[in-house]
């Protein structure tokens, strides 16, 4: 009962902070959501640079309209990648409700858009050299717009169209609220149960904790395309059972529900497989390296 006790009492004092960031994101996506949509289209090298910026912004629609726009081939394989790198689904937002980590959190979204820009620009050059660019496909404005209609949000709000300004502004950043601080309330009585149980040594032991393979498992992990993902890699950092380092390979694995529609909607599994390892192999290779520098570690 103690436990559970504590898991309230921790999560309430995160809910204001929780809401008010939704509320502004939900204002930001409801002014410029339209337009960001389409900055996306036919912008040639500077895909890569513009789906890193636009990646990191904390909505659950962005990476699902990126991997809309690469089925049909209307983005490079760099800017999807970049979207994905950059995308930190839920994990921003509950950082920032912490105090304590809150200081971290421009940190981490400059190192993850350095590290987008970097792989996004660099895989769209090796491929430019090493083949022809692939033909767009003439039906790709509108097969884009019915795949990114046939998905939902974390929070099961539609991703199409524009929501009603009371949707946009009032009861998705409430759904976005309730939904992360039952997953918060929730992950810490489990936590907080394994910790009492098991004890901070071994559970650092099953976590690699200290080793060069707790980004590959962090990586892991975040590559699970749910939100929930997310907010367990910001609750083991907080807790400091994982590393700055494995928290990066983590969250740049999770490209949410953009690799979900990837997985349903491309047809070319080879294509598929391509991404999604170019995805791991940057993430766990960032978080190695992050992790042994060491200067950013908790």
Do not use: W
């Not at 809309?68 to 979207?83: N, Q």
Request: charged fraction near 15%; charge should be positive.
């Amino acid at each position: 009962m103690e436990i559970i006790t504590e898991a309230l009492i921790d999560t309430g004092k995160l809910v204001p902070f929780l809401a008010a960031i939704y509320f502004v994101v939900g204002f930001l996506e409801y002014r410029y959501g339209d337009r960001i949509s389409h900055v996306l289209r036919d912008l040639g090298t500077l895909g890569p640079i513009v789906g890193a910026l636009l990646g990191c912004i904390p909505q659950c629609g962005f990476s699902v309209v990126a991997s809309a726009l690469y089925v049909k081939r209307v983005i490079s394989v760099g800017t999807l990648l970049a979207v994905f790198l950059s995308t930190s689904d839920e994990a921003v937002p509950v950082l920032l409700s912490m105090p304590d980590k809150a200081k971290m959190v421009g940190v981490l979204i400059v190192i993850k858009v350095v590290i987008a820009i970097a792989a996004g620009v660099g895989i769209d050059y090796v491929i430019r050299v090493c083949q022809a660019p692939r033909p767009k496909e003439v039906t790709a404005n509108a097969s884009s717009v019915a795949v990114v209609k046939a998905h939902a949000g974390c929070c099961s709000h539609g991703l199409d169209g524009r929501p009603t300004k009371v949707q946009a502004l009032f009861l998705h950043p409430l759904q976005h609220t309730a939904r992360i601080s039952g997953f918060l309330l929730l992950l810490t009585i489990v936590l907080n149960f394994v910790v009492e149980q098991m004890g901070p040594e071994r559970i650092g032991a099953v976590l690699l904790r200290g080793t060069i393979f707790q980004p590959v498992l962090a990586s892991l992990i975040g590559l699970v395309p749910n939100c929930f993902a997310s907010v367990l890699l910001a609750e083991l950092y907080a807790k400091g059972s994982i590393s700055f380092g494995a928290l990066v390979a983590g969250l740049c694995a999770g490209g949410g529900l953009g690799i979900l529609v990837l997985l349903k909607e491309n047809r070319d599994f080879k294509d598929t497989a391509f991404v999604v390892g170019l995805l791991l192999t940057v993430s766990i290779v960032s978080g190695i390296v992050i992790q042994l520098a060491g200067t950013l570690a908790p």
